[in-house]
Structures are given as structure tokens and as C-alpha cells.
């Protein structure tokens, strides 16, 4: 049987070339011992792609040129030598950017048995949906009427983190770009500001208008202007919780920090990073407290979605052009 | 009775000039129930009154132009009308910069008994030692064995810091400018390295050299290169106390912050910020940890001593020139 996959030809300097990715296509091995094979149903692209095509280790290795990309994907078992799972199974794994999967049955687990559609497990119910329950509660410790801000705030991660925030009480504002993102934020009273044609300044003054009082928590998934904002708007014992920087992931070369940074201090801010690997032990918690809440339309989801294998290259840069609104997905 | 006091008659921009401080004679009131008259004997100048010369209020009221400036001082009480202090008690207290205090009874404190020197209760056993030991032990979570990096080492806040590290048994590393601070720092068993003419680059190549490990724990006095070069060398999961970033407190403009600040996200960094008065509760807990060390030799202090009243403001802008080793104090 035949797969077709991705890889890409080069490391790239600033945003990646759509001439970046190759598709090819190669015959599998026959299925060892252990070995699954599945028809992939729905990939899975993120920014955090971006950080694993620049040829350094960081917090993950990165990807081979000339290999097949890597990313989160779901599908169907078509052919089984690991007894746990049997073929017609729904599961996820991180085989993505290719049709045909094929690998060890302990890198696949079996989508749990809840009432939502297959592709939530790679968004709202998968690594974003988990990456925006885990920045609030464990990482910036969210608390009861908590002021939360939240900047890309309609995208995969964001949307979750705002409707999470806003039934916690408080005021809960969302920095996106366009009309339809901020208007998807209002639809779910949150109070959206858009940072289009705005300084750090400019910006400050519009958050300030909607949240006079301040924010307790800033969900950061993209620094630039958005964190010096935010580092203006916090208020005394504010904390940040740092999911991503994705203005910076195509920069070429370094990029300023912020000019108040001593905020941090003035403020006695507190501002942790986490990359959600390392959380995954909660992950049955966040499924028995969000998934429910999927399942029954408490917590909505957006997805923008790309149609057939050729065009994951085009979602995923689509990510850094700002387009999508929720999770981007592809169908095959 | 008269009192000597100094007052600035501006909010300065950038490093204040000597004129800005003025020196006044008044007489004193009489004094009124529940008051007390302190002949100060030892006055404290500290990084943070430069923040009070803004005309902003901060984590703290700013100075008024015309009016006595403030800061801690030691002296001895002459004449009480408050019932749990006499004339001969040594005591501290936040009206510094005169030489004859008077102030409600109830913001004066006496001396703890411990054989120390008066003066150490505003350097290595006052609010710039508890500022070293709640950096190291509240905010950063320091544990035995961690690698700890100091900037402004030898200063009054850093010259405790690295001792408190050193005795947890990990590589403690000292960042200083001059030549006798590095040697200071050398005879503690500390390494020593300087930031003199090095960029940020450089000075990560040169902490690399000592601690190739890296480090755990971050203890932030400066910021500037300093911070960048603290970002490349921290560990997965290292931990910064941000105490102080006296490298912006002069600066006329906003500065850019570290180009690398996405470091916190890909090592899962925590920064936090603190101010001391937050944590004051904990005076007596760090007095009883480290009083009897400083008593008994086991901990070491430097001091670098002006001489008279009308050399206050001369201690205070030396702070920001680096002249001092340890704590700088004024003796009246």
C-alpha cells in the first residue's frame, strides 16, 4: 500500500515558502509486529510546526528534511498487529501531513467515547483545547471573577481560553484582527479588540477602555505589541501564562522585547512559559471537565478547514497569515 | 530642636545631577503624644529611591518635591512620648535622609538583640538582605544543589544572594564590573564574572565557560544584557526573582527589552517580580535564619561608607555608578 506524505526541502529563514514542502509518495513496509496502519481521516497544523523546521532543538526535535512531517491527525484502523486495537477503530496520533499512517499501536490511542465530532480531538477536545485549559488553571492559576485577557483570541487555543475565562465570571477580553474573529468573540460576549493598525500605546488605551479595572490573568499565545499591552493593562500580583510567541516565529533575526518589561517588577507580575507535553497527565481531567461541555453546545468551537492532503501546506501557513478562525484542520 | 534634612526640588530625567538634592534646616515641633525624636546615627541609600524621583506613584507614593526625603536609618531615641521606647533605645525606622528624625512612635522599631553592628540592620539584616533571602527562597524556589546566578553581585541585595546560594551547594555565579567587586566575590568562593565591555553574546560565552550546566535559578538585580544573557543560560524550568533592573532606572526613554524573551516559553521559564514590603511577615523567620550567621562570621558583608549628612546624596548617585561593594551607607 501506497502513502503519501509531506516533507520539507530546507530549513527556511522568515516565513516558509509554499515551494518549502514536497509531496511524495513511498510503499509501506509490511505491518510488523505491534504495527498499525491507518487511513488518516482529519490533520492537525500548528504554529508550533514552525519552531521544529528551523533545524535546532528546542523544547521537541525537529523535523528531518527529506522525512515525513510530523503532527497531530486522527483516522481509522485499517490494519492491526497490536491486539489493543482492532480495525474500524477511531484514533489519534501523531503520524499527520500523509494519508496512509503506519506505525507502533503505543504511539495511537483510541478516541474516547464522547458525542462529539471525530476532528474535535485535534481541536477543542485535543492538544489546543488541553494547551488553553492548562495555561489558565495550572500554569496562571485562574480564580473565580479572575479579569482574563487573551490575544489570538479566536484562534485554536484562544477560543477555548476565552469562553473557559469568561464563565469563571470575570471580564474577559480578546485581542484578534479580523471583522469575522471579533465578531465570533462578541457572539460569545467576549469584549474584542482588534490590533490592527495599533501601537503598544494604541493598544493599551483600547484594552484600557474595555477593562478599566485591569486584568488578573493575560493568556499569551503572540508578544509583540500584544504583551506590551498586556504588560500595561495587568494589575498588582497579575499573571501571564505563556503558550506562544507566534509573532516572532518567522522573524529573521532576533526581535526587541518590550520597552516595559520592568512592569514585571513595578506590578510583581509573574510570567511562566509551559509547553503542554509536559502537562499531559491531566489530560483525562480536562476531557471529563471540557468534553462534556462540548458534547452538549455549553462550550462552541470554530473551525476553518482545508479540503484533501495537497492543500496542508496551504493551511498551515494560512496559520501565520492569520485566516483561519478556531482550528485549522485538513480533510481528507 | 532643629533637623537637617535633604529634598529634591525636581522630578529629574534621567541620572539626577547632585543639584538636584537641596539640603534645609527646620525647626522641629514639639512633641506630640504617642511621638518620638531619633538622632539618626547610620542612613540607608538604596537603588529603589530612584523611583520615588519620578513623580509616579509605583508600588510605593513618589517623593514630594519640597518635603523631607525618605529612607530607612538607624539612630537612637533622644526624647519619647510613646511608652514602649526610651531615650537610649536603638531603633530603625523610614525617615532617613536627616539627621534628627521625628515620627509617631508606632513606625519605629527597636533593634533585635543580636551582637551585630547597628548599621547591618539596613544592609545584610535589613530590607536589602530580606530582599536577597525571599528573592532566593520565596519567589525563585531555590533548592539544594541548584546552580544560582546573581547580577550585581557584590552589591547589598547580591552580596548576601550568593552566599545564601553558595551554602545550598550548587555553582553559584556572580555577575560585577570592577575588579576589587570581582575579587570580593572570588575570596566567597564565588565565581566571578564581569559584564565590562561585553554584549549579551558575550557575556552568555562567558557564563557558559563557568557553568556550562547552566543555571537554575536567576537572581535579577539589572536586566539589560544581563537578562539576556540569563536567558540563554537558564535550565529548563529555571526560576528568575526579578528584584531590581538597575540598568533602566536612569534611563531617559524605553528601552528595549531582551531580544530572547521567548526563551521563558521554550525553557518553561517562571519570572516573577517582587517587592519587599509584600513579604515583611517574614522579617522575623529571616532574621532568625540569618542574624546569628552574620553574628558569628559565617556570613560576610561589605559596607562602602560615606561620612556625614551632606554626603547623602553623593552615597545615593554613586549607586547608579557602581562605586559601592556591599551596602552603601551614610554616618552621621
Redesign the interface.
Known amino acids: 500500500m501506497q502513502s503519501r506524505y509531506f516533507t520539507i526541502n530546507d530549513f527556511p529563514q522568515g516565513t516558509p515558502a509554499r515551494e518549502l514542502f514536497e509531496l511524495h509518495e513511498a510503499e509501506l513496509t509490511t505491518l510488523a509486529e505491534g504495527e498499525v496502519r491507518i487511513r488518516n481521516t482529519w490533520l492537525s497544523v500548528d504554529p508550533y510546526m514552525r519552531g521544529r523546521m528551523s533545524g535546532v532543538k528546542?523544547?521537541i526535535d525537529p523535523f528531518v528534511i527529506g522525512e515525513p512531517l510530523e503532527g497531530a491527525a486522527v483516522g481509522e484502523v485499517i490494519e492491526s498487529r497490536d491486539t489493543r486495537l482492532t480495525v474500524g477503530d477511531k484514533v489519534r496520533h501523531m503520524a499527520g501531513w500523509r494519508d496512509i499512517a503506519q506505525l507502533p499501536g503505543d504511539q495511537v490511542e483510541a478516541l474516547p467515547d464522547i458525542e462529539v465530532p471525530e476532528q474535535t480531538y485535534l481541536g477543542v477536545l485535543g492538544m489546543p483545547g488541553m494547551t488553553a485549559w492548562t495555561g489558565l488553571n495550572r500554569i496562571a492559576g485562574m480564580r473565580d471573577g479572575d479579569n482574563v485577557l487573551v490575544s489570538a483570541a479566536s484562534g485554536a487555543v484562544g477560543s477555548l481560553a476565552v469562553q473557559l475565562a469568561k464563565a469563571r465570571g470575570g471580564t474577559v477580553v480578546g485581542i484578534a484582527g479580523a471583522p469575522e474573529k471579533l465578531a465570533w468573540l462578541e457572539s460569545h460576549g467576549i469584549q474584542a479588540v482588534s490590533y490592527r493598525g495599533k501601537d503598544a500605546q494604541q493598544l493599551t488605551e483600547a484594552l484600557q477602555a474595555v477593562c478599566p479595572e485591569g486584568f488578573d490573568v493575560y493568556y499569551e499565545n503572540v508578544?509583540g505589541v500584544c504583551l506590551e499591552a498586556a504588560l500595561n493593562t495587568l494589575r498588582?500580583n497579575g499573571r501571564i501564562a505563556?503558550?506562544?510567541?507566534i509573532a516572532?516565529y518567522n522573524a529573521e533575526g532576533?526581535?526587541?522585547?518590550?520597552?516595559?518589561?520592568?512592569m514585571?517588577?513595578?506590578?510583581?507580575?509573574?510570567?511562566?512559559?509551559?509547553?503542554i507535553f509536559?502537562h499531559w497527565s491531566d489530560y483525562p481531567r480536562f476531557l471529563e471537565e471540557v468534553g462534556p461541555k462540548v458534547a452538549n453546545g455549553e462550550i462552541d468551537y470554530a473551525e476553518t478547514v482545508e479540503e484533501g492532503l495537497e492543500r496542508t501546506p496551504d493551511a498551515f501557513l494560512a496559520l501565520f497569515a492569520g485566516t483561519n478562525t478556531g482550528k485549522m484542520l485538513v480533510r481528507l
Do not use: A
Not at 505563556?242 to 510567541?245: A, I, K, R, T, W
Open positions: 528546542t523544547y508578544g498588582v505563556v503558550c506562544g510567541m516572532r532576533p526581535m526587541p522585547g518590550p520597552s516595559n518589561l520592568p514585571v517588577l513595578i506590578k510583581r507580575l509573574r510570567m511562566q512559559g509551559f509547553i509536559d
